[in-house]
């Protein structure tokens, strides 16, 4: 019978790959196919900043945005 492990994993540097699961019985065969997704990197950190619902690009924003809310209690 097989089993299927399937792991989504980043190539390291010098074109390393790891995987590590207890569901590996030690010793036996196994086939490797590896699929290299051309183009799609992960998104940097910086790049979500501000990308969220209700989240603000820039503190000018968040202020502009309280400054606005304060305006609609005083009405």
Do not use: C, N
Request: no cysteine; aromatic share 6%.
């Amino acid at each position: 019978m097989e089993q299927v492990l399937r792991k989504t994993v980043i190539i390291q540097p010098g074109g390393h790959i790891e995987i590590r699961s207890d569901e590996l019985p030690a010793g036996a065969e196994a086939e490797v196919i590896v699929i290299v997704r051309a183009g799609e990197q992960p998104p940097s950190y910086a790049s979500l900043f501000g990308s969220g619902r209700g989240s603000y690009t820039t503190p000018q924003e968040a202020d502009d945005f309280i400054r606005r809310e304060r305006d609609s209690w005083e009405q």
